[in-house]
Structures are given as structure tokens and as C-alpha cells.
């Protein structure tokens, strides 16, 4: 295997994520793991987001909970402006090696 850096190959969403998440957010979720990389944080091949809503002073933020198991992290962010709101929602993204996808874990 290459040293390439992960989740930074060919990228694929499936028909059930499509459904459920808006496409703006599917971005933020890639972003994340950019930006987590650029940070220098060690990911997993399995990432997963939790997403759900959170209301402050009356106003709807999608809250992404994103959590990995080796090494272990977690975190929640919180984002504004989000046209239409994932609620209830569980994430997964592989990095299969050659490819990674995002897909709700009944879709493995």
C-alpha cells in the first residue's frame, strides 16, 4: 500500500445517503476528514458521523458527533445554516485502500 494519505482516493456516496443528506453537508463531512488530516490527527479506515440537531436560542444547528476507534477521537461540531437539517442520522466513511465511501452502516 501506498503512502498516500487516507480518505484522499477516488470518493463514493451511496443511493441512501443521497436520500437522507443534503449534499452541502455530504462536502462537510469530506472537509472534516480533510481538515482533521491537515491537522496532522491520526484516522481510522472507518470514520463515522452522528448527525442530529441541537437548538440554541430557538435556532436549529446540525450537530455532527465524528468518532473513530484507533486511535480513539471524538468530537462534536456544531454548523449554522444548514438548509435542510440530518437528523437521526448515522455515517459511515471507509477507506477501503483504492477508494473511500460514504454510506449508512445498514447499506455494508
Known amino acids: 500500500m501506498s503512502n498516500r494519505a487516507m480518505f484522499s482516493s477516488d470518493r463514493y456516496v451511496t ?5 437522507l443528506v443534503p449534499f452541502e453537508l ?6 472534516i476528514l480533510e481538515k482533521r488530516q491537515e491537522q496532522g490527527d491520526q484516522l481510522d479506515y472507518l470514520e463515522v458521523f452522528e448527525l ?7 435556532e436549529p444547528l446540525q ?12 468530537e462534536v461540531i456544531y454548523v ?4 435542510n437539517l440530518a ?5 459511515w466513511v471507509i477507506d477501503s485502500g483504492e477508494y473511500s465511501t460514504m454510506l449508512l452502516p445498514q447499506e455494508y
Request: charged residues 20%; hydrophobic residues 35%.
Open 26 to 31: 455530504q462536502l462537510l463531512l469530506w472537509s
Open 80 to 83: 449554522n445554516h444548514i438548509e
Open 87 to 91: 437528523i437521526g442520522v448515522t455515517i
Open 63 to 74: 450537530k455532527i458527533l465524528n468518532r473513530q476507534e484507533q486511535p480513539y477521537h471524538q
Open 52 to 58: 442530529s440537531a441541537e437548538f440554541v436560542d430557538g
Open 15 to 19: 443511493r441512501g445517503v443521497n436520500e
